[in-house]
């Protein structure tokens, strides 16, 4: 099984190599990528994890890391007095971590970074990661590559929609009860809403007849605001503001989307990307190393070196492992692994 998920690990990365390196191809060319590390098991005692890095351009995987931090035969010798053997079995030790799980993801993003200029001639510049990202902390300390070479964080744009929603969320659960300067709650009909958060434009909604505060909204005929859609027929005097937002609300909620609007938050999500890629992979890894059965080192070197292949690829791309382990493949192989693709 090790000779295998090795020959595996040598299959998984050509094809989308090439098309990275086809649309650039100098190492100092700087391209934006995701970072994520799942954990085989939530918390902190979690004794197998990954760390992968997706293209932003083609979506698939260009690298991983895999975290291993059990070894069977130093827990089997443990109570072993003979120095000859443990000695032995430090040099064969298969873990190649010990701090704490929630490190992973430091230790596996560094390495990932450390490797990109020789591995795969890249620079990882643009570092699309979670809020509260440790990974890219560590990458800025370390400064893996020259020092005329900065290192900005992206925010993935559904994590910050997400964020939208729970403070807004936040903010009613905490003036539940309270009164505003109208005498009336925070919440009810025709007050904030959940409806009214997932549609929430702050001018748009404080605009009203007499006055009118739609500068920020698109313009055109297809544009989204009612007002700006009369505007450009000049039939903005027949449009009439319905159901804006009371102003004892909009001035309740303005702090929270002062602090969610800040330049610098909207500057990182102007790519408008996600990390559903990254979460499409660990997906497929956890199909294959369920998190509710422990998985030794082959296992999780097989598995995740497989999920590679077939997030990449195809289950088609199997063929070719087969064929360097110099197994040829036959037609219901064949057919089967078509028809898994066409299902996809």
């Known amino acids: 099984m090790s000779s295998s998920s090795e020959k595996l690990k040598q299959a998984k990365i050509p094809k989308e190599f090439d098309e990275e390196t086809g ?11 995701a970072f994520d ?10 004794m197998n994890g990954v760390v992968t890095v997706t293209s932003f351009d083609t979506g698939k995987v260009l690298d991983f890391e895999r975290l291993y931090k059990f070894c069977t035969g130093c827990v089997h010798k443990i109570n072993v007095h003979n120095p ?8 064969a ?11 992973m993801e430091v230790a596996g993003t560094t390495a990932l970074c450390a490797r990109s200029e020789h591995k795969l001639s890249l620079h990882y510049v643009q570092y699309l ?12 300390q370390n400064k893996p590559y020259d020092d005329n070479i ?6 993935c744009v559904g994590h910050v929609q997400k964020r939208v929603d729970i403070r807004f969320g936040w903010l009613k659960r905490d003036m539940k009860g309270q009164k505003l300067s109208d005498d009336k709650g925070l919440g009810g009909k025709g007050r904030l809403t959940d409806s009214e958060i997932d549609q929430l434009h702050y001018f748009h909604k404080i605009s009203t007849d007499a006055n009118p505060q739609h500068f920020l909204c698109p313009y055109g005929d297809n544009s989204w605001c009612k007002f700006n859609q009369a505007k450009a027929k000049n039939q903005e005097n027949e449009n009439t503001h319905q159901n804006p937002l009371p102003e004892a609300v909009m001035i309740a909620i303005k702090p929270v989307l002062n602090d969610l609007s800040k330049i610098d938050l909207l500057k990182r999500c102007l790519h408008g990307k996600t990390k559903n890629t990254n979460e499409s992979f660990n997906s497929a890894v956890w199909q294959r190393l369920p998190k509710t059965v422990y998985n030794g080192l082959q296992t999780l070197k097989l598995g995740v070196a497989d999920a ?4 990449n690829e195809g289950s088609i791309a199997k063929a070719n492992v087969f064929e360097i382990l110099q197994i040829k493949p036959g037609k219901f192989m064949m057919d089967a692994l078509k028809a898994i693709d066409a299902e996809r």
């Open 23 to 33: 649309m650039n191809k100098t190492k100092e060319d700087k391209m934006p990528h």
């Open 37 to 46: 590390s799942p954990r085989q098991k939530r918390g902190h005692t979690s």
């Open 84 to 91: 000859e053997k443990i000695e032995g079995q430090r040099k």
């Open 93 to 103: 030790c298969t873990a190649n971590y010990e701090d704490s799980s929630c490190g």
């Open 129 to 140: 990661g979670y809020e509260d990202s440790k990974g890219i902390a560590a990458v800025l």
């Open 150 to 155: 900065d290192i900005t964080k992206l925010e």
């Open 308 to 311: 590679v292949v077939c997030f």
